[in-house]
């Protein structure tokens, strides 16, 4: 007789619905558990025979991927876009618990690679690179608001600059407005250095990885490539397989 479980997790920021089915597809059980490591752990370890563990792709799926893939036989994170079935009918939390249990059971959830291999440093480092080139770029397009919102053209990138920096707050005559740009200034201002710093740190550990690489037997079929904004960068070296595009991008903008 299959003892295989399946059990189905729907993850929250305070709670956790889990289900659990049998290789019949027979609902064993269903709990709501404190989104707590010891809670998930207890719950985990009082189950018997083989436990297959799905749940979907999301802010704390790392840390509960580390926690439970050690006691569980299978542990799958599945792109929640690919879950079908999780669109049918009411939902809730627990019907969504319960469908990733038979969507589990039933071999249909699509994997999210989530193993380690040394590129999470990598991948974490990235995620810390782009985050801060969206805020920069969005400091940056608020700033061109400002100016384009007084019918004051801002073509190009002099506008960012410390050197012009005085001629273009002076054409704003409105005192308010004029305050208004020199913050975004200064939030522009203190984002560049950090941002410089997560690509120097992204630069260094992909350049790790890299050397690895090529000394691997199959880097030759492993290989990928950075894209930069006006094509590669000379000083940009390529990420290991499994990583994703980090897009390293230069900010056109003058001396600064």
Known sequence: MNQEKYIGMDVHDA????????????LLMECVLETKAATVLDFIQGLRGTLALTFEEGTLATWLHDLLKPHVSRLVVCDPRKNALMRDGNQNDRVDARNLAELLRTNQVKPVYHENHGTRALKELGRSYLTLTRDSTRVMNRIKSVYRSWAIPCAGTSVYSRRHRAEWLAQLVEPGVRIRAEHLY???????????????????????????????????DRSDSVSTAGGLAADTPSLPYQTPALGLQRFCRPDV
């Open 186 to 220: 200064e939030q522009l201002d203190s984002l560049e250095p950090v941002r410089q710093a997560a690509r120097r740190e992204l630069l260094r550990e992909s350049g790790k990885h890299a050397a690895v690489k090529i000394t691997s037997p199959d880097s030759c």
């Open 15 to 26: 709670t956790i619905s889990a289900a659990v089915m049998n290789a019949e597809g027979k």
